[in-house]
């Protein structure tokens, strides 16, 4: 759609509110509203955006950090390809936007622009990144003065029927209300822990997948919330039952899209040199890379040896303790469904910056030529000393903390973001572990639960 389109089409279907949509370096999606009035104008120029307001944490903290002090603005510039009218909120639509300075240019902390530019170096050296997160989540009400999941008093089992049974109107709504705004729903079930979800959305472009993921998250609060239910991405929002991840399935194509460079047929299992190197750059960074994916104070919870979210650097072929696992293709379609899932992931993370973290560090390895080292055929916490070293395989971070102070000193993270966006993201995320850190659990809890 051009910018003309986009005003027609909401002008059509009765649209009063717009909202102009970005999301910031704590993970958090936020959006300023324009009036269909003043909508075809605002499509060129954009709303105007107080510098200081990337540098807010996730509990609307304001941080000091030199060049986003709250003087000078910048714009929330629309991309007209993103225009969805939404189900669930009535007379109501949303674009997603780059942020731009005056010279309608990136102003140098645009996490969109971020993916965008590691796109292009992808497409420089012929490759073209297709992804999709996959989401869990819980359903849960709010009362007792906390939030309840919303299950059977006994849980309902995984994967069951009577789990989808109990769920069964609202994942219909949900699924409904995505295939709306254009994206292809492949599976939805109900997980693990009590009141947990789960939907996989189909893999598209990279660009367009971290798109999805924000209209994902606002689809699946906005649709719960008309029920009266709270939707929570948060990683580990009930210590004693299973975190919740958005891991990202990603696959490396030609230019024209047309090839899996992923897949060699004369190769082990199928995976193609190009794929290990690749694989081999994500594990290489990976200490750095999980406070950009898994960033959140809350995260380090869910990042626990044998809780199927990978507390290790290992890789391997079908291995749901890897960090990296590679999937098994599905029957006369080979080629195409070849992908590997990245995941120590959360939906506590911008989407744009992790996955264009991703590309880079996966890049990385391409350039350098590294080998990932032999795949783990284990959980990696039950392999002795020497099958861990002929893997490669270290332990990641186990706090906030730690995971900043290797990204801190990750030369390739911190050049791939540039200095405002690399500053403005440590700085955000120290002062959100600063506070974590010395607050107890119940305060931790409470204000992850239904932030993302």
Not at 32 to 49: D, F, T
Not at 186 to 200: D, H, L
Not at 323 to 351: C, G
Request: net charge negative; glycine share 8%; proline share 5%.
């Amino acid at each position: 759609m051009d910018r003309q389109e986009v005003v027609e089409a909401a002008k059509r279907a009765g649209v009063e509110l717009v909202r102009f949509e970005y999301c910031d370096a704590s993970g958090v999606a936020r959006t300023k509203s324009v009036h269909i009035s003043q909508l075809e104008h605002k499509m060129v120029e954009g709303v105007g955006l107080t510098r200081a307001q990337m540098s807010m944490n996730l509990l609307e903290q304001v941080i000091h950090i030199e060049g986003m002090e709250p003087v000078g603005e910048i714009r929330l510039v629309p991309d007209p390809d993103t225009f969805t009218i939404l189900p669930w909120a009535t007379k109501s639509a949303s674009v997603l936007c780059d942020q731009w300075g005056h010279d309608r240019k990136d102003w140098g902390a645009c996490p969109r622009s971020y993916l965008k530019a590691m796109i292009a170096r992808a497409a420089g050296m012929g490759i073209h990144v297709k992804a999709s997160f996959e989401n869990e989540y819980y359903m849960a009400t709010h009362r007792d003065g906390g939030y309840q999941p919303f299950d059977l008093p006994d849980h309902a089992p995984v994967y069951s029927s009577i789990g989808h049974d109990l769920y069964a109107d609202l994942m219909v709504e949900t699924v409904e209300a995505l295939s709306a705004q254009g994206m292809e729903v492949e599976q939805a079930i109900n997980e693990y822990g009590p009141g947990q979800q789960e939907i996989a959305i189909r893999y598209a472009d990279a660009l367009k997948a971290a798109d999805n993921q924000m209209k994902f998250r606002d689809t699946v609060r906005g649709v719960a919330l008309k029920h009266g239910y709270l939707a929570s991405f948060a990683p580990k929002p009930y210590p004693d039952q299973i975190g919740s991840g958005a891991h990202i399935h990603f696959s490396l194509w030609d230019v024209a899209g047309s090839e899996n460079l992923l897949f060699d047929q004369e190769a082990d299992h199928n995976l193609s040199e190009l794929g290990r190197r690749f694989i081999a750059g994500v594990a290489e960074h990976l200490p750095a890379l999980v406070a950009i994916t898994a960033p959140s104070y809350n995260s380090y919870r869910r990042l626990q040896p044998s809780a199927w979210a990978s507390s290790t650097t290992a890789w391997g072929f079908d291995n749901k303790e890897a960090a990296l696992r590679v999937t098994s293709p599905f029957y006369r379609r080979e080629s195409e469904s070849l992908n590997i899932e990245f995941k120590p992931s959360d939906a506590s993370a911008n989407p744009y910056l992790a996955l264009g973290a991703l590309i880079a560090c996966g890049l990385d390895g391409i350039e350098r030529g590294l080998n990932p080292g032999e795949p783990a055929d284990h959980d990696p916490a039950r392999m002795d000393a020497a099958a861990r070293e002929r893997a490669g395989v270290r332990d990641l971070p186990t706090s906030m903390s730690s995971a900043l102070d290797a990204l801190e000193k990750d030369d390739l993270l911190g050049d791939s973001f540039g200095d405002l966006l690399f500053r403005c993201y440590l700085s955000v995320r120290r002062s959100e572990d600063e506070v974590f850190s010395a607050a107890d659990e119940e305060f931790e809890l409470r204000n992850h639960f239904y932030r993302f």
